[in-house]
């Protein structure tokens, strides 16, 4: 089975958002099979659901990685705390290992200002990201469809991952 994250592959399909409802659902009630008018092999909804966060996972890192070569992203504590205060900043992209006044002081601002706060890399992860540096503890993501790109992706990983926590 492919996980066809980017809805680009050819050939028939089936769409089931990241629901794990409805993912159990279409696997108890035979759904995919319906859909696509065949027998089909299908792992146990952990497996999918660990198939699909590592989809995910990946959409999300290259949305990243293109939102940082199109400069479309202010790297560095001293770049984004400005991009902030002018409120050009929409999403902030935090170290999962960045110091504790860091953090304090990042996510503080961004809940004041409505910024969404990602936390799902190293700042070294980061860093190699980010013009192969060392180690970034932020990254402020622009306005526009970079941004948009990002979020969607993180809201799709976080559904699936709010499954493997109940």
Not at 53 to 66: C, D, K, S, T, V
Not at 80 to 105: C, F, H, P, Q, Y
Not at 132 to 139: D, E, F, N, R
Request: hydrophobic fraction near 40%; include cysteine.
């Amino acid at each position: 089975m492919i996980h066809d994250v980017r809805r680009k592959a050819p050939g028939r399909g089936v769409w089931v958002h990241a629901d794990p409802h409805c993912l159990q659902k279409a696997l108890e009630r035979g759904g995919f099979q319906r859909s696509l008018k065949r027998r089909v092999e299908l792992p146990q909804l952990s497996e999918l659901l660990a198939q699909l966060r590592e989809g995910a996972r990946r959409r999300l890192n290259e949305a990243l990685q293109i939102a940082l070569r199109a400069r479309a992203t202010t790297p560095g504590q001293t770049f984004v705390k400005e991009a902030m205060r002018n409120d050009t900043i929409v999403v902030l992209i935090l170290a999962s290992d960045a110091g504790e006044s860091t953090r304090t002081k990042f996510t503080t601002n961004a809940q004041r200002k409505g910024i969404d706060v990602i936390e799902l890399w190293t700042g070294d992860e980061l860093g190699q990201m980010a013009k192969g540096q060392a180690y970034v503890s932020v990254i402020g993501v622009e306005a526009g469809p970079h941004a948009e790109r990002i979020v969607k992706h993180w809201k799709s990983l976080e559904a699936l991952s709010a499954t493997s926590k109940t």
